[in-house]
């Protein structure tokens, strides 16, 4: 899978981190810990179009939200998570 860096351009996935599907997902309250399991491990596991948070590790450091479909790795859309953020 090519992943493309807004800051570096066109790379191979193996230069960068995968932190987690989902990266808009609400968190419980701390101390809710029924709520918390439920958070980490009882979600479901999509099969298409996801927005996921990924480090360009091996890069420019920089935070991505990569939207793509899981079950064909086309990309659709990459993002500095700056400005996802704001």
Request: some cysteine; charged content about 30%.
């Amino acid at each position: 899978m090519r992943i493309t860096c807004p800051i570096c351009g066109d790379r191979d996935r193996r230069e960068y981190y995968y932190m987690g599907a989902d990266v808009f997902l609400d968190r419980p309250e701390e101390g809710d810990q029924d709520a918390m399991h439920r958070y980490l491990h009882l979600r479901e596991n999509p099969a298409g179009v996801t927005k996921d948070l990924w480090h360009h590790e091996a890069g420019c450091g920089a935070w991505l939200v990569i939207e793509r479909n899981v079950s064909t790795h086309e990309i659709f859309g990459v993002e500095l998570a700056s400005k996802v953020a704001s």
